[in-house]
């Protein structure tokens, strides 16, 4: 069955530690997203892709860095710049809006 | 941007009540996501819609795109149905076409 997959569910990283989150999706949609969640607020975008070795940044996306040289893959790398990295990171993809969009699980990080 | 707004933000209700949970938008969308996470875990995509219903067994997904408005409902309530409840709408503006709620938590007590 198609889908995305984040690995892994849950992830501890000392303070000062680049982590690197991963996204994969087998569904050949063009566009891949990164979103936080902090708690009490909605979903935010850091970074999307529309397509292959290229991305833009989302609302809040100073701290963070992606990169997308394959179309199934979107890592998201939380540098020690991010000066919150503790929460809940969701990935998401989509063939275009008027498709929907497909979700990972999504990662719970904790910085301690 | 579009303007998600949900309510009740906080429902705590006994086991086998009929559940409705609301969400409103500011902007003509295309469609709605609605999303469920349980504590400490990860999120699962409940329905997709752009209009009328969608049933899946207990859940029921409703949308007015006239009104923009949108509900979700559960029918005999189970504890295991306990999570927040996100609803996500595309279109209206953001770079992703997408906006979030900030969620609804949901108790259902035994």
């Known amino acids: 069955d198609g889908g995305i997959t984040q690995s892994p569910k849950y992830l501890f990283r000392k303070e000062g530690q680049n982590v690197t989150l991963s996204c994969e999706q087998n569904?050949?949609?063009?566009?891949m997203y990164w979103y936080r969640q902090d708690p009490g607020q909605g979903l935010r975008l850091i970074y999307y892709?529309?397509?292959?070795?290229?991305?833009q940044k989302g609302d809040i996306a100073e701290g963070y860095s992606v990169s997308r040289e394959k179309k199934e893959s979107f890592p998201l790398t939380v540098t020690s710049a991010q000066k919150n990295p503790t929460a809940f990171y969701l990935c998401?993809?989509?063939?275009?809006?008027?498709?929907?969009?497909?979700f990972g699980s999504g990662t719970r990080l904790t910085v301690v | 941007k579009n303007e998600v707004e949900q309510s009740p933000q906080n429902l705590t209700a006994q086991e086998g009540e009929f559940i409705t949970i609301n969400c409103s938008y500011s902007?003509?969308?295309?469609?709605l996501h609605w999303l469920q996470q349980h504590p400490g875990g990860g999120i699962v995509s409940l329905f997709m819609?752009?209009?009328g219903k969608k049933k899946h067994g207990r859940l029921i997904a409703t949308i007015n795109i006239q009104e923009k408005h949108s509900s979700l409902h559960i029918t005999a309530s189970h504890p295991r149905d306990s999570a927040v409840y996100i609803c996500?709408?595309?279109?209206?503006?953001?770079?992703?076409?997408?906006?979030f709620g900030k969620g609804t938590h949901l108790i259902i007590q035994p």
């Open positions: 902007v003509g969308i295309s469609a």
């Open positions: 892709s529309q397509i292959v070795n290229d991305f």
């Open positions: 996500a709408v595309i279109g209206g503006g953001g770079a992703d076409g997408l906006t």
């Open positions: 569904l050949n949609h063009d566009a």
């Open positions: 998401a993809s989509s063939s275009g809006p008027s498709y929907g969009y497909t």
């Open positions: 819609l752009s209009s």
